[in-house]
């Protein structure tokens, strides 16, 4: 089936340092490819999204490119900032009717002053 | 402002006690998901709606249960069948698109 893979964490960065979470999945048909973030205690919000490939979402400095060939889709930025410490999760849509999200495990990322 | 309410944020209860958890959205949205969060891992997909008056499994439904009567609210009933009822529970929505909202989560603790 359809499945979403992480890099473990937790990622520990100095403030401004560059930032990539790498994000690979495994699907039939063309999913969508979504980055979430979760700060502590609270739900999740869309950081991103590409819905086909070579497709690059981009917010708030974060960016990620849709690679199909790679089946890739690696969350970046380029200087990272405290406020930016959070869980970040890279999802996929099943691409069926119900819009069901497949997640990857999360990414703890640590920003230290 | 548009949204998702969850609530309670915390809720606390006894083994072999049921608990029904709110859910209640403000967007119109046809689409409402029910996951379950555990540290360290990401979210699984209990159940989900896609009409009023419908919902599916998904892959974890085993001791929940669902109802959707009314477009707005989908609350979930975690039963006493539940074996790990312990976690932080998130609701979401979608307008048949591409973008889950989610709420703001219910952490159930369960002694």
């Known amino acids: 089936g359809d499945s979403v893979t992480q890099m473990e964490g937790p990622v520990t960065l100095s403030e401004e340092a560059f930032l990539t979470i790498n ?27 590409a819905t086909k490939a070579d497709d690059k979402g981009s917010n708030k400095g974060f960016e990620a490119t849709y690679r199909k060939e790679t089946t890739s889709f690696h969350l970046e930025k380029g200087s990272v900032q405290v406020s930016d ?12 009717s119900s819009y069901k999200l497949i997640f990857g495990s999360g990414t703890r990322l640590l920003v230290r002053p | 402002d548009g949204g998702i309410t969850q609530s309670p944020k915390y809720l606390f209860r006894k083994e072999g006690q049921n608990v029904t958890l ?30 009023v008056n419908d919902f599916q499994k998904g892959d974890i439904a085993e001791g929940y249960s669902v109802s959707r009567e009314k477009k707005e609210s989908f609350p979930l009933t975690v039963t006493s069948a539940q074996k790990n009822p312990t976690a932080f529970y998130l609701c979401a929505s979608t307008d048949r698109g591409y973008e889950q909202y989610f709420g703001p989560g219910t952490r159930l603790t369960v002694t």
């Not at chain 1, 039939?28 to 609270?42: A, D, I, K, M, R």
Request: charged content about 10%.
């Open chain 1, 23 to 49: 994000c690979t999945y495994t699907a039939t048909g063309y999913p969508s490819l979504f980055w979430y973030v979760q700060y502590p205690g609270e739900g999740l919000q869309l950081l991103l999204k």
């Open chain 1, 85 to 96: 410490s959070a869980v970040y999760f890279c999802a996929l849509t099943t691409g069926d």
């Open chain 2, 22 to 51: 709110s859910c209640e959205q403000n967007l119109n949205h046809d689409a409402m998901y029910w996951y379950r969060q555990d540290p360290g891992q990401g979210l699984r997909l209990i159940y989900y709606s896609q009409i």
